[in-house]
């Protein structure tokens, strides 16, 4: 859920509300969009620290490392960042700088916006050499070639947005959601022909 549009005890009474439907603080996760400072950002912080949450998301400027860095120090929950990271160099300097842990925090760089599929992988090639595997990545942005991409190199999961960015969001029409797990579609490549109204859009596309 977003967090930071409201002031701070309204945003704690939110995600309290939210906690009545999702239970554990592990099923519930917050995003700040990078609209905080280091100080909104740590005072953030210390307010989250008792719901344990299963992340706290993009608190201050994605470029900025040394709030990110200074954030780890006050907040020992699950963190997340990296989707507005576009290039293996900004995923560098995110590992180097940035303080992210491998045991517990995720990297959310989005393979539509890192200038595609070659250059996503060499985001992932540099994170071993900071104790980071691809099982600490979970991209950003809910479209189906970050799910594929997801599958495809055995990461720690995708974004979902079942009802918003269609026809791209979504899943696979022949494919069930169960125990809150979706799984892969058989087509190859991203498999737009399995969701009948993206398949429409890419022919026109490509025919006119």
Same mark, same amino acid.
């Given at each position: 859920m977003k967090i930071g549009g409201a002031p701070q005890d309204e945003n704690i009474a939110r995600i309290e509300a939210a906690l009545e439907v999702a239970g554990s603080g592990q099923n519930l996760a917050v995003d700040a969009n990078g609209r905080f400072d280091l100080e909104t950002a740590i005072r953030y912080a210390e307010a989250l620290k008792p719901y344990g949450l299963f992340w706290y998301e993009e608190a201050g400027d994605p470029l900025d490392d040394a709030l990110q860095a200074e954030l780890a120090k006050h907040y020992d929950?699950?963190?997340?960042? !990296?989707?507005?990271? %576009?290039?293996?160099?900004? =995923?560098?300097?995110?590992?180097?700088? #940035?303080?992210?842990?491998?045991?517990?925090?995720?990297?959310?760089?989005?393979?539509?916006?890192?200038?595609?599929?070659?250059?996503?992988?060499?985001?992932?090639?540099?994170?071993?050499?900071?104790?980071?595997?691809?099982?600490?990545?979970?991209?950003? !942005?809910?479209?189906? %070639?970050?799910?594929?991409? =997801?599958?495809?190199?055995?990461?720690? #999961?995708n974004e979902s947005y079942p009802d918003v960015i269609h026809p791209f969001g979504g899943f696979f029409d022949q494919v069930a959601v169960e125990d809150c797990m979706v799984g892969l579609h058989q087509s190859p490549g991203v498999g737009f022909e399995e969701k009948a109204a993206l398949i429409r859009v890419m022919r026109a596309a490509t025919e006119t």
């Open positions: 929950g699950p963190m997340a960042t !990296g989707e507005n990271l %576009f290039s293996h160099q900004d =995923a560098r300097n995110l590992s180097r700088y #940035g303080d992210m842990r491998p045991d517990r925090d995720w990297l959310q760089f989005d393979p539509a916006l890192s200038y595609g599929l070659v250059e996503y992988k060499r985001m992932l090639d540099l994170l071993p050499e900071h104790g980071f595997s691809p099982r600490n990545c979970i991209p950003h !942005g809910g479209h189906q %070639f970050a799910l594929c991409i =997801a599958g495809g190199f055995n990461m720690g #999961g």
